[in-house]
């Protein structure tokens, strides 16, 4: 294996045009630069340097040669420059993330990114699980924040957290006693996720399954919308409430006690498609994860651009 040392020696003797010269650069001795260039030699079975009363010059092969030397250290270079920058990813990434993610930790996760990686651009589209697996599939996006996993070949997926369901109404809205039964909320509407969306055909399966027929449900990918519908006490929903502090700690909505089997937590992952430019998405969902799990905290306001 050669030396990446003697290569740089090389270079050095070929550009100051002395051992000595060398020597000093390199801060060693005459001996050791002369060990090094016929080390060198030998590795590569070729002569670099003439040597004479005047001094060395290189041969010809040794002056084909060192384009070949310069490009190595340079990329040595390269390689130790971006070990050292924390900023060493930029240009776009192409983000795509379910509501009930930008709804909690999604804004901590970007003011930590922008801190960590300035020259990083998040292009962020929020949407439905569905889309969200098409658009990666497509490759329109590069990473997203979804229900998942995603069971396919070269999908990669790591866990990020998982949000339990409720069933939520207005303290305004008439429902009776409580233990409620799945009858009774099928005698509103109920409002919940999109209809492609893994809650919305369990919650339709439970209501047919107690007896609701053709249960009214209305299925929206704005969880805004769903909330709003809630408090006008247009029906009942079923969402992750994991937001819904305010709301819940004003009164304006309250958790049902209904009698059904368990509703299932809402899991989410990062997930992305495998491939040499899979680097980025990997480093962000790795701090994605940690900002799920409550392992980032806000930083300092001295820290923030503009501040």
């Not at 209501?207 to 709003?228: D, E, I, N």
Request: proline share 7%; hydrophobic share 45%; glycine share 6%.
């Amino acid at each position: 294996m050669i030396d990446l040392r003697n290569i740089e020696t090389f270079f050095w003797v070929s550009t100051l045009g002395s051992f000595r010269a060398a020597a000093e650069k390199l801060n060693t001795t005459q001996p050791a630069i002369s060990q090094r260039i016929a080390s060198l030699e030998g590795d590569l079975g070729v002569r670099l340097f003439e040597r004479d009363a005047r001094g060395v010059t290189l041969t010809g092969k040794g002056q084909e040669l060192l384009s070949h030397a310069e490009r190595m250290l340079q990329l040595r270079s390269d390689m130790l420059r971006a070990a050292r920058e924390q900023n060493v990813m930029r240009g776009p990434l192409r983000l795509g993330v379910a509501e009930t993610i930008v709804q909690t930790w999604l804004p901590l996760l970007i003011e930590h990114v922008h801190a960590a990686y300035p020259a990083l651009v998040l292009q962020i589209e929020v949407d439905t699980t569905s889309v969200l697996h098409s658009h990666l599939t497509s490759r329109q996006i590069d990473l997203a924040f979804l229900m998942g996993p995603i069971l396919e070949p070269r999908f990669e997926n790591l866990p990020l957290c998982a949000y339990p369901l409720a069933w939520v109404a207005s303290p305004r809205l008439a429902l009776g006693p409580e233990p409620l039964t799945l009858e009774r909320i099928g005698k509103l509407p109920l409002i919940t996720y999109p209809s492609s969306s893994r809650p919305y055909q369990m919650v339709r399966d439970m209501l047919t399954r107690a007896g609701v027929q053709a249960p009214r449900m209305y299925g929206s990918a704005s969880l805004s919308m769903v909330v709003r519908m809630t408090l006008d006490c247009i029906g009942t929903s079923v969402i992750a409430p994991v937001f819904l502090d305010k709301e819940l700690a004003n009164g304006e909505l309250r958790i049902l006690n209904v009698q059904a089997d368990p509703l299932p937590d809402l899991a989410f992952t990062a997930t992305w498609v495998q491939g040499p430019d899979s680097h980025v998405a990997r480093t962000i969902a790795l701090l994605a994860q940690q900002a799920a799990e409550g392992k980032l905290q806000p930083l300092p306001q001295s820290g923030m651009v503009g501040s």
